[in-house]
């Protein structure tokens, strides 16, 4: 369950005409959540997979909405040697 204020933080990011739309997908997510979405609901309605759904649901509640303001890192894969 989200407070009024954090809600109202997440609705202002989708108002905002110059968010990109990552942010805005990134918002949408927390919102569903907390809105009783399942998590596969969740990724089937904003067109994302399970974990993507989990990272910045978890990044949302270590964070709050700045944590959704940047992207999350991605692993680097390491080469095998020969």
């Known amino acids: 369950m ?3 204020e954090a809600e ?3 609705r202002a990011i ?3 005409a110059d968010a990109p739309a990552e ?3 990134r918002a949408t997510i927390v919102l569903l959540r907390a809105k009783g979405l399942q998590r596969k609901e969740i990724a089937a309605s904003t067109k994302t997979s399970l974990p993507t759904v989990d ?3 978890a990044r ?3 964070g709050g909405a700045a944590s959704l303001l940047t992207a999350a ?3 680097v ?3 095998r040697s020969a």
């Open 55 to 57: 990272r910045w649901l």
């Open 77 to 79: 894969s390491r080469q």
């Open 73 to 75: 890192p991605h692993r």
């Open 8 to 10: 109202a933080e997440l």
């Open 14 to 16: 989708l108002e905002r």
């Open 60 to 62: 949302y509640a270590f």
């Open 2 to 4: 989200l407070s009024d």
């Open 23 to 25: 942010l805005k997908t």
